[in-house]
């Protein structure tokens, strides 16, 4: 059975979702933040961002604003960061977890900002772009958002990359493809596309680095993973009957044993205006 293949994401309308699953997916992502494997991708991203006091950021597409709050510690005194999502929700959640920096709070589009030309000294923009719908048109919008000489720092997954050892190879091919298969094309991909993007807008100073996340269990490797959480529903698996659960038991045998591994590349790809 071929799966069916969406055309749009969860995230890229967070707001038609039922109440409680906006909560799972808004604890998925604090649980995302706290994970030392996404902590290693955002300390790259910083060092390429640069963030430092009196300097007024963006954090496009900024989820439950962990991030954003991070960014206002770092450009106070005097700076400011604008918390941009397209959710109310997610919008809702960031707001209940503000901790007194200086964030203004909007919802908005990335791909058309009602935002001034040139007004922010640099742009984060975490794994947005694979849900938007064209990743070009959004880069665009930050890059006009962006003065002369500041930074664009994007990150965002590439799901080709994900390999796993430990399990059995035949089966960890089926579920890989069945998910690819599940994937817009936009996601399989979008990680290692963001360098070729930025030199298309002909920026400078481009840095480009794949961060290979690590898990070497499968409780660490089902907070990104989530074809390796038991708690992701087994409606949203749509796979042939028995075969979650024959991997289930693969990934929970590999785990007794010590031997399992999964492996995730988040790509981190910056440049100058
Ligand atoms: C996977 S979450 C990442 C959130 C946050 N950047 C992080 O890393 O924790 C994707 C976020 O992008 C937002 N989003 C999706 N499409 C968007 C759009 N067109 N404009 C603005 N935000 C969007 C979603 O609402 C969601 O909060």
Not at 154 to 164: E, I, K, N, Q, V
């Amino acid at each position: 059975m071929e799966p069916a293949q969406l055309d749009r994401t969860p995230f890229a309308d967070l707001d038609s979702m039922p109440p409680e699953m906006i909560a799972m997916l808004v604890a998925a992502l604090e649980a995302m933040s706290r994970h030392p494997e996404i902590r290693r991708v955002r300390d790259t991203a910083w060092r390429e961002l640069r963030p430092a006091p009196g300097q007024r950021l963006l954090d496009a597409g900024c989820g439950a604003g962990d991030v954003s709050r991070a960014l206002a510690a770092a450009v106070a005194p005097g700076g400011e960061v604008v918390a941009l999502d397209h959710s109310s929700a997610t919008l809702a959640a960031a707001r209940k977890r503000h901790d007194g920096g200086e964030i203004r709070y909007v919802t908005g589009d990335v791909s058309a900002l009602d935002l001034a030309d040139d007004s922010f000294d640099g742009v984060w923009c975490e794994r947005v772009l694979q849900h938007v719908d064209d990743a070009d048109v959004a880069i665009g919008e930050l890059i006009r958002v962006t003065r002369p000489g500041g930074r664009v720092c994007l990150l965002d997954t590439d799901w080709g990359s994900l390999a796993f050892d430990g399990v059995d190879t035949a089966l960890a091919q089926t579920i890989v493809e069945h998910m690819h298969g599940r994937l817009t094309p936009r996601q399989v991909d979008m990680g290692r596309t963001l360098r070729r993007r930025l030199v298309g807008y002909g920026l400078h100073d481009i840095s480009a680095t794949p961060v290979t996340c690590y898990f070497p269990d499968p409780a660490s490797a089902a907070v990104v993973l989530p074809m390796v959480n038991p708690q992701v529903p087994q409606e949203s698996w749509m796979t042939p009957d028995g075969l979650r659960e024959r991997w289930f038991d693969q990934v929970d045998r590999a785990g007794e044993d010590g031997d399992f591994l999964a492996v995730l590349t988040i790509w981190v790809v910056a440049a100058t205006v």
